[in-house]
């Protein structure tokens, strides 16, 4: 029989796809206090292909390979999100069984009263400190979270939540996995704009000899990694300061809004000379911006490159060294450091105990979840009256509420951890079987 030359056999890599294997054998690794256990590995089956795929099909299932990726990606940090959480609220609720054994006996002495009174207030701080640690990069999973809210329409005393970003990137051939990086993360950094309550538009301009001209504000993470994910490196000089000054004149910002420049560069402008720091400063104050460095340290000196750190120090902004600091968690950061110039610029505030995890291929793809406050005000153990035995019952009874609050709590988030365990298992047969990518 002869074969038509347009169909082809499935390549051995759809077999063995090293990406998804990357994704799924996952190292132990420490970050936040714990340690995340690998995945086993499953020796993988070999499947007996005997008939051949057109090359629609394989494009097709090209496409949906690299769909599950930002997935893997998603739900493993979700995942890791859960199991810090249950750590945390584990440790509030022995803290509240040693609680409710010193509350579950009446002293009979004054000086036993002052010994419970003085261990269960050492108990509420330890509670209290749990509930502080116990946090995703800047996301807290134990308290409720500080967010901006949007303001009135008959206020314009601050900018409120309105955020414009603009990223001013360098095209040097060097940088092409920085943008690729920055890309990839690009999603997690607009959830945590939005957790805490920032409607954030996302702005790219490169440079090299000369700038790009502006582009538009992208409202979708989706569009933003898109225009990241077409920047096209080249071997020309960085002319950075140049293009931080044409970047605050030539992108269309909100009024009144919060404006930021994020500089992603890993060496020296090469327009650093007479005036040209003093007048992009001036450019940047003029228009109400703080400028933010995303660079590495000047190999001659050791020290961060001089024109960035000094035009940074003066708009009130920060320089990462992306040569130490991972992507994921220095946009973290910003994010809280762009939250903390709008409140402290009077946008108004409130706490909110919902939090958006992302779970899809796409930035839009969240799901809403709620982390209650468990901090000892909320559950009402931070000032329990210990005089009379009535005292000491009531007492017995807030601890015992409080601990069947945290067990509820514990049972709901058990069952999304499951419903993320699902999720990877299905990647895991996917692992195997190598064919239905579809969840």
């Not at 090469?270 to 040209?276: G, Q």
């Not at 807030?398 to 990647?427: C, M, P, Q, W, Y």
Request: hydrophobic share 45%.
């Amino acid at each position: 029989m002869e074969v038509d030359r347009n169909l082809v056999k499935i390549p051995r890599v759809m077999l063995d796809p090293a990406r998804i294997e990357k994704l799924l054998s996952r190292r132990r690794v420490a970050r936040a206090g714990r340690a995340l256990l690998p995945v086993p590995a499953a020796r993988p089956e070999t499947l007996p292909i005997s008939w051949q795929l057109s090359r629609e099909h394989l494009e097709a299932l090209t496409g949906e390979i690299e769909a599950a990726e930002p997935v893997l990606h998603n739900v493993y940090e979700d995942r890791d999100i859960f199991e810090l959480r249950r750590q945390g609220l584990q440790q509030i609720m022995d803290l509240l069984q040693r609680m409710r054994g010193f509350v579950d006996r009446y002293p009979f002495s004054d000086k036993e009263k002052d010994v419970v009174r003085a261990e269960i207030d050492a108990l509420s701080r330890n509670i209290e400190q749990v509930a502080a640690q116990t946090r995703f990069f800047n996301m807290p999973l134990l308290a409720p979270a500080l967010k901006v809210a949007p303001l009135q329409p008959e206020s314009a005393r601050s900018a409120g939540n309105a955020t414009d970003i603009v990223f001013v990137v360098s095209r040097a051939q060097s940088l092409r996995k920085d943008v690729r990086l920055l890309a990839e993360h690009a999603p997690h950094f607009a959830t945590d704009l939005a957790n805490m309550g920032l409607n954030a538009r996302l702005g790219l301009q490169t440079f090299g000899r000369t700038s790009q001209p502006a582009g538009p504000f992208r409202i979708s993470a989706e569009d933003f990694m898109a225009d990241l994910n077409s920047v096209s490196p080249g071997k020309e000089p960085q002319n950075a300061l140049e293009a931080l000054r044409n970047a605050v004149e030539d992108f269309s910002f909100r009024e009144p809004c919060g404006k930021f420049v994020i500089l992603l560069a890993d060496a020296d402008a090469n327009d650093d000379f007479a005036d040209a720091r003093e007048r992009t400063i001036e450019a940047l104050k003029r228009a109400r911006a703080t400028l933010h460095v995303f660079s590495v340290n000047d190999p001659f000196t050791g020290a961060p490159f001089a024109a960035y750190e000094e035009i940074a120090h003066a708009t009130g902004g920060q320089y990462f060294n992306i040569a130490v600091t991972d992507y994921r968690s220095a946009l973290a950061s910003l994010s809280a450091a762009i939250c903390a110039q709008a409140i402290e610029s009077g946008a108004p505030v409130v706490y909110s105990e919902n939090r958006a995890l992302p779970i899809g291929p796409e930035a839009s793809e969240t799901i809403s979840v709620r982390f209650p406050d468990f901090r000892p005000g909320a559950l009402g153990v931070d000032s329990l009256k210990l005089e009379t035995r009535q005292d000491f019952m009531e007492a017995c009874a807030v601890v015992d509420n409080a601990l069947r609050t945290l067990s509820e709590d514990a049972g709901e988030k058990r069952l999304l951890s499951e419903f993320l365990d699902r999720i990877l298992s299905h990647f895991d047969t996917v692992r195997l079987y190598r064919l239905d990518f579809k969840i």
